[in-house]
T-cell receptor, first 112, second 111 residues
Framework: DSGVTQTPKHLITATGQRVTLRCSPR?????VYWYQQSLDQGLQFLIQ???????AKGNILERFSAQQFPDLHSELNLSSLELGDSALYFC???????????FGPGTRLTVL | GEDVEQSLFLSVREGDSSVINCTYT??????LYWYKQEPGAGLQLLTY?????DMKQDQRLTVLLNKKDKHLSLRIADTQTGDSAIYFC???????????FGSGTQLTVLP
């Protein structure tokens, strides 16, 4: 158990819908990273927050957004969902930005 | 840009050593990581090596780093059936030290 929690574990929704994925980092970790794992793209970095502020963006679509709250939990919002958004979404946390990242169990999103 | 490459498959006999190889491109990487992913599970951090080190040993795991060739390897001694999984190599780079992952190596341990 990495200490990082993600909810829900599974999510099934329809095209055009909007969903919110939630992540709670390990106690004391200030950084939260979001990654997407899909069959065709592999594991890709989406976005990072540090102590409530966005620090870096990767291959994140404009339909996707995230935030980190004062209690340090983070949410990833995915809107206008398409079939190609079906993937595993991982959250990882680290103490800072130069430390090892610990991954949550992931949320499996299926868009029908 | 950054790119991390791994071979896709490796099969070994139980009790043998496994060696999983990885090449990376970003010479500014500070840390290089190995993660393990079992079916239906998240990514488990196995070990990591700082870029100024050549080798790191942690129980059955040995990481070797050749900075000149940008080559990283993970050796698993006395491989067991429980080691069957996908192993990802990753480099940390960029302003946020985000991870760039390889495609993963599927390790199959045969009895």
């Amino acid at each position: 158990d990495s200490g990082v929690t993600q909810t829900p574990k599974h999510l099934i929704t329809a095209t055009g819908q909007r969903v919110t994925l939630r992540c709670s980092p390990r106690s004391g970790d200030l950084s939260v990273y979001w990654y997407q794992q899909s069959l065709d793209q592999g594991l890709q970095f989406l976005i990072q927050y540090y102590n409530g502020e966005e620090r870096a963006k990767g291959n994140i679509l404009e339909r996707f957004s995230a935030q980190q709250f004062p209690d340090l939990h983070s949410e990833l919002n995915l809107s206008s969902l398409e079939l190609g958004d079906s993937a595993l979404y991982f959250c990882a946390s680290s103490e800072g930005t130069a430390n090892e990242q610990f991954f949550g169990p992931g949320t499996r999103l299926t868009v029908l | 840009g950054e790119d991390v490459e791994q071979s896709l498959f490796l099969s070994v006999r139980e009790g043998d050593s496994s060696v999983i190889n990885c090449t990376y491109t970003d010479s500014s990487s500070t840390y290089l990581y190995w993660y393990k992913q079992e079916p239906g599970a998240g990514l488990q951090l196995l070990t990591y090596i700082f870029s100024n080190m050549d080798m790191k040993q942690d129980q059955r795991l040995t990481v070797l780093l050749n900075k000149k060739d940008k080559h990283l390897s993970l050796r698993i001694a006395d491989t067991q059936t429980g080691d069957s999984a996908i192993y990802f190599c990753a480099e940390s780079s960029g302003s946020a030290r985000q991870l760039t992952f390889g495609s993963g190596t599927q390790l199959t341990v045969l009895p």
